[in-house]
């Protein structure tokens, strides 16, 4: 146990030559790190806590801020004057960028910025998108919340890139998947917050105005864009950390890893193109949903403002704790395929429930909370499975695109059929979204099991293989060494007998043609083959 922790602090720590002359080893010298606190040094546990915070606080203001047109929605659509479909462009103009940026994230993280200043520019542009938006509604100009949002955009998604790159370079083996899970928590606390005090900001500047209008709902959201102020504050002093850190253990800055390639695309196969289409289906009559949801329960189950803030945001609140343990639950039983099915058949249970019937709301939602968990931790680690490692950068990259893409177009209509149709066809409209995932999962299940695949692999048998594969795997390698070895062994030999020939023929003895110093070596080899 000693010396696995004596071997880590050399890891981490990097060459100790010259520490006791505090010279050439600059401050990554054992004795300068032991001088310092526990809470100042980056190996121990009370510093590392406290970049993990910063890391969760990092993404906590873009969490907060997107879904601020969901919280306001009755307020927006008032104070603004504009319809469902309008109101919904929002949205959509927060995933148009981010059907190009999520090729690129990595890229900028990797090759141009690095990940400190990358993820401070990626901060301000989300602070920047806060700010215009809201002056947009002060203003009065809706054109301009557009603008906003498209802003905002650019840089929420690539702050979430740049944040898992944090966790990456921090964290290592086990630690990361509760890294994660924590990061993922945190994100939807930032949702719940702002569902259920959003109205309240708006209701007191209200009162501090005395009357509605574009400045009150300006003034709201300036104020709400003060959690983007401290998640660009979070990323100052993370930057400050890891670049002390870099100095301290002579680590290298973070990398994502990534490597798109589009011509990847073409080398797909049926069952990846089949997971996008889950994805985009599903997550379309999710977000949308939870977009419009508020007025929905006001319209249709008289819910006050607070309840059906309240009841349209459990499914952020269920996330928050649930997504961890799924996670967990799908590591240690595999069968991806199972889960997701679970999964889809649930929410369309779900959304059928909120169109034809009037039972309590509550019950619907916190299924669909449930489900929405559970259908995270099943449906993208799957990629991983049917993609080989060189290509997963473009395989996740390309699954993002194409959920930002559905997620801006689904936007739009799902406002246009509120507007012109009413709640009842909306929720038929996210049914069948639905339902043409549960088709794709299906069509998955079966594609999966005539290709031989390992997509629903219970977790015993894939680790089963996976151990068999990497015995395999070890045991050419030791075949490759002992082959090498074994010739270079046998390697002098044939010098010795090459001098021997030579030495031979000056004393004038009759050498056959094939004893020639050359060919005699090459047939020596051509036999042990």
């Known amino acids: 146990m000693a010396a696995a922790m004596a ?41 590392r806590l406290i970049v993990l915070a ?21 307020q927006v659509q008032r104070d603004m004057k504009v319809n469902t479909a309008q ?14 940026l999520c090729f690129f994230g990595g890229f900028l993280i990797d090759r141009v910025f690095g990940i400190r200043l990358g993820t401070i520019i990626f901060s301000i542009f989300v602070c920047v998108g806060q700010v215009i938006f809201a002056l947009g509604a002060l203003l009065n100009t809706f054109w ?45 606390i930032g949702s719940t917050v702002n569902m259920n005090i959003m109205g309240w900001i708006y209701s007191r500047v209200r009162d501090l105005l005395g009357y509605t209008g574009p400045s009150t709902l300006g003034l709201t959201l300036m104020i709400g864009g003060v959690t983007c102020l401290f998640s660009l504050t979070c990323a100052l002093i993370l930057a400050y950390l890891d670049k002390r850190a870099q100095k301290l253990l002579c680590k290298e800055q973070g990398k994502t890893g990534e490597v798109i390639k589009l011509t990847d695309v073409k080398d797909f196969s049926l069952s990846l193109w089949l997971i996008f289409v889950i994805c985009v289906c599903y997550y379309a009559a999710v977000f949308p949903f ?28 269920i996330s928050a704790p649930m997504s961890p343990v799924f996670g967990l639950l799908v590591d240690k039983v595999g069968k991806n395929i199972i889960w997701v099915l679970c999964a889809v058949i649930t929410t369309l249970a779900s959304h059928i429930m909120l169109a034809f019937t009037f039972w309590n709301p ?14 995270a931790c099943a449906l993208w680690p799957m990629v991983a499975f049917v993609v080989p490692e060189h290509q997963l950068g473009t395989a996740y990259g390309f699954m993002q695109s ?41 069509m998955l299940y079966f594609v999966n099991h005539l290709t031989g695949g390992d997509l629903n692999w219970s977790a015993k048998k894939r680790e089963k293989l996976q151990k068999v594969a990497a015995n395999e795997v070890e045991e050419q390698e030791r075949l490759r060494r002992q082959n090498e070895d074994d010739l270079a062994k046998l390697q002098p030999k044939a010098d010795d007998f090459s001098l021997r020939n030579k030495y031979l ?25």
Not at 59 to 74: E, H, M, R, V
Not at 413 to 441: H, K, N, P
Not at 505 to 529: C, E, I
């Open 7 to 47: 071997e880590e602090e050399r890891a981490l720590l990097g060459p100790a030559g010259g520490g006791d002359d505090g010279g050439g080893g600059g401050g990554g010298s054992p004795g300068s790190l032991r001088a310092l606190p526990a809470v100042c040094d980056p190996r121990r546990l009370p510093h």
């Open 54 to 74: 910063l890391m969760c606080f990092l993404g906590f203001g873009s969490y907060f801020c997107y879904d601020n047109p969901a919280a306001l929605q009755t």
């Open 87 to 100: 109101f919904m462009a929002l949205y959509a103009w927060y995933s148009w960028p981010n059907v190009v």
């Open 144 to 188: 301009l919340m557009d603008m906003g949002r498209f802003i905002f955009g650019i840089g929420g998604e690539s702050l979430a890139v740049a944040q898992n790159t944090y966790a990456v370079s921090w964290f290592k083996g086990k630690e990361l998947n509760l890294v994660f899970g924590l990061q993922l928590s945190m994100a939807r």
């Open 290 to 317: 939870i977009g419009l949801g508020k007025v929905f329960f006001i319209e249709k189950f008289k819910f006050s403002s607070q309840e059906a803030s309240a009841i349209n945001s459990i499914v952020y609140i």
């Open 362 to 375: 509550w019950i619907a939602m916190c299924l669909l909370g449930v489900a929405y968990s559970l259908l």
């Open 402 to 442: 194409i959920q930002n893409l559905g997620l801006a177009i689904i936007a739009i209509a799902a406002g246009m059929i509120l507007d012109t149709r009413g709640y009842l066809f909306l929720e038929v409209f996210f049914s069948a979204c639905v339902c043409l995932s549960l088709i794709a999962v299906v």
């Open 505 to 529: 023929s000056k004393l004038g003895a009759q050498l056959p043609d094939n004893y020639s110093s050359y060919l005699s070596t090459m047939v020596h080899r051509s036999v042990l083959k």
